[in-house]
């Protein structure tokens, strides 16, 4: 059955027109819901046969057993690796026959996934995905291949500024939460992941109750309805819980340095953010763009990089988990001009607080943020994309359509006022990795 019927197919390019406006036509996305009740989020597009799906599964490496970090980003790499009857090398053999993309990926909130195919091998692509999530194999020499390629991954990252800058802050803003955890796992953790971590995570993790599923392309709602059975129906009706428990990030300002013999430090900094539901997201979008957001227009790459030279590129970025919510930016720069660039930082993060934004400023980035949402649309796997993370984040099925209507409406009075309540410089806690002149931290991690 169908709900919510598109009252018109329009293929990526036209959408892509549509939402250009002005005035944007009304988009509307299907709901479609299988026979056995399975649901997906459905945008046709006969422009091209092709089809792409994305998933994703509520629940990702926060989840990993205490001493198994990894354990979701392994499984993430191994499913595509044998499953059912195929073993590694003829089931990737399939994929190539099919000139087919099947990707999957972990995250702190999810595991997921990506299948891009021609619409001739819809169904034989649908199949593999059945497999892949219901019978995967792990056989001996893939895990231990795959899990050597980690394993040289995780050495490589223990020697890259940005890497250790971004684990760093993670751990000393979550230390006592999952979240402070590395997704790809440590040395000793991928380690100790067996073959019956693999397998207990997907009995445990991969569930109807917690997917969520976007399509875009040459297919129809009722033959998508028949492979949404055809291919999810086998998982279990429930995942195990999935929850984790709220927690505020350890943002006391602290400046910690890791010592590195570099040219050139890496820096990281975040405070408190603002979650996705918050009645205030809206403004606090539109004063991150201002702030650090906005590219080669944002305050801070003006007064950073236009004005004094500092660093080739600063920004920030609102960063939002389920659990959990940071305001984080970052900036690379010459040793010696660290310490001058993390001072007009946090001049910048106070006077944004204490002076608010100008009316000009505000319109000049409500109409860039308007007129460049139709630049996301550039492709069917970036549109499938959008359609599970606006499931996931439950904003409705036409929230394409109120969208702009959200920035249209943020005013100088809102940014103003949430700029108060959010920009902390005091609790701004950064990470330098380097040998930067004239900083210090209380203590070396």
């Given at each position: ?76 790499s191994l499913l595509d690796e044998g499953a059912g009857e195929l073993d590694s090398q003829a089931f990737q053999r399939r994929l190539e026959d099919m000139a087919m993309t099947l ?246 993060w106070r006077r944004l607080a204490t002076d608010g934004v100008g009316k000009a400023e505000l319109a000049d980035t409500k109409t860039y943020l308007t007129g460049s949402f139709p630049l996301r649309f550039s492709s069917s796997g970036r549109i499938a994309a959008i359609l ?58």
């Amino acid at each position: 059955m169908i709900i919510g019927v598109l009252r018109r197919c329009l293929p990526a390019t036209m959408l892509f027109m549509a939402l250009l406006g002005p005035p944007a036509q009304a988009i509307e996305v299907q709901r479609v819901v299988s026979p056995a009740g399975m649901e997906a989020w459905l945008f046709e597009d006969h422009t091209n046969p092709i089809v792409a799906l994305r998933f994703a599964f509520r629940g990702g490496a926060a989840l990993d057993p205490m001493g198994k970090e990894g354990l979701a980003d392994l499984v993430s790499s191994l499913l595509d690796e044998g499953a059912g009857e195929l073993d590694s090398q003829a089931f990737q053999r399939r994929l190539e026959d099919m000139a087919m993309t099947l990707r999957f990926d972990a995250g702190y909130d999810t595991f997921g996934g990506r299948l891009r195919t021609l619409s001739v091998n819809l169904d034989a692509a649908f199949d593999l995905l059945r497999l892949a999530l219901t019978r995967p194999r792990f056989d001996d020499e893939p895990v231990a291949r795959i899990r050597s390629q980690i394993l040289t991954m995780i050495r490589r990252n223990l020697e890259d500024p940005d890497v250790i800058a971004s684990r760093t802050l993670r751990r000393t803003l979550f230390p006592d939460h999952p979240y402070g955890r590395p997704v790809m796992g440590t040395e000793d953790s991928v380690k100790s992941i067996a073959a019956a971590d693999l397998a207990r995570f997907v009995k445990d993790r991969l569930a109807r109750d917690n997917l969520v599923i976007g399509v875009v392309g040459d297919i129809g709602a009722d033959q998508l309805a028949a492979l949404l059975d055809k291919t999810f129906g086998e998982l279990p009706g429930q995942a195990a819980p999935w929850q984790l428990p709220e927690v505020a990030p350890t943002a006391t300002g602290r400046t910690i340095v890791v010592r590195k013999s570099v040219p050139q430090s890496a820096i990281l900094f975040a405070q408190a953010g603002i979650k996705r539901d918050d009645k205030d997201f809206y403004p606090a979008y539109v004063m991150n763009y201002i702030l650090g957001g906005g590219g080669f227009t944002s305050r801070l790459y003006n007064e950073v990089r236009e004005k004094r030279g500092l660093a080739y590129s600063v920004y920030t970025t609102l960063s939002p988990m389920r659990s959990s919510a940071i305001l984080q930016g970052g900036a690379g720069t010459a040793n010696a001009r660290v310490a001058e660039t993390l001072s007009v930082v946090r001049a910048e993060w106070r006077r944004l607080a204490t002076d608010g934004v100008g009316k000009a400023e505000l319109a000049d980035t409500k109409t860039y943020l308007t007129g460049s949402f139709p630049l996301r649309f550039s492709s069917s796997g970036r549109i499938a994309a959008i359609l599970v993370a606006i499931q996931l984040d439950n904003l409705g099925i036409d929230f394409l359509e109120r969208r702009n209507g959200y920035v249209e409406a943020v005013t100088q009075e809102a940014v103003n006022r949430v700029a108060r309540r959010l920009l902390d410089a005091k609790g701004l806690t950064t990470v330098v990795v380097g040998q930067p002149e004239g900083v210090s931290s209380l203590r070396q991690p």
